[in-house]
Nanobody, 127 residues
Framework: QVQLIESGGGLVQAGGSLRLSCAAS????????MGWFRQAPGKEREFVAAVVWNFDRTYYADSVKGRFTISTDNAKNTLYLQMNSLEPEDTANYYCAATARPPYLTNAYNSNEYDYWGQGTQVTVSS
């Protein structure tokens, strides 16, 4: 069982930046697909970004390409999401997710592919 704990959310003005963190309890994350999803009130959960740990493979939603960057820190077992040029439309609860399924069998864009989820961290962008 992998535990995921997100942090770093908050209130920021449009155009600002935030960095979200997701600390994982699992020591060996190599080959895991880890992703960020978000859900705004009244909307479905949507994919934001994903990475295959220790592989040079990242995925981004079109709406965040060029603004958000996903990265990992092996020493800290932590996943990050650097969010720049934030827009009010980015306001949502952001969730970290992980799966140990082989990457070639995993659709990183699909939330149903993930087995472990964090509790979420709220990001609010004011206009």
């Amino acid at each position: 069982q992998v535990q995921l704990i997100e942090s770093g959310g908050g209130l920021v003005q449009a155009g600002g930046s935030l960095r979200l963190s997701c600390a994982a309890s699992e020591r060996t994350l190599s080959g895991y697909t880890m992703g960020w999803f978000r859900q705004a009130p009244g909307k479905e959960r949507e994919f934001v970004a994903a990475v295959v740990w220790n592989f040079d493979r990242t995925y981004y939603a079109d709406s965040v390409k060029g603004r958000f960057t996903i990265s990992t820190d092996n020493a800290k077992n932590t996943l990050y999401l650097q969010m720049n040029s934030l827009e009010p439309e980015d306001t949502a609860n952001y969730y970290c997710a992980a799966t140990a399924r082989p990457p070639y069998l995993t659709n990183a864009y699909n939330s149903n592919e993930y087995d472990y989820w964090g509790q979420g961290t709220q990001v609010t962008v004011s206009s």
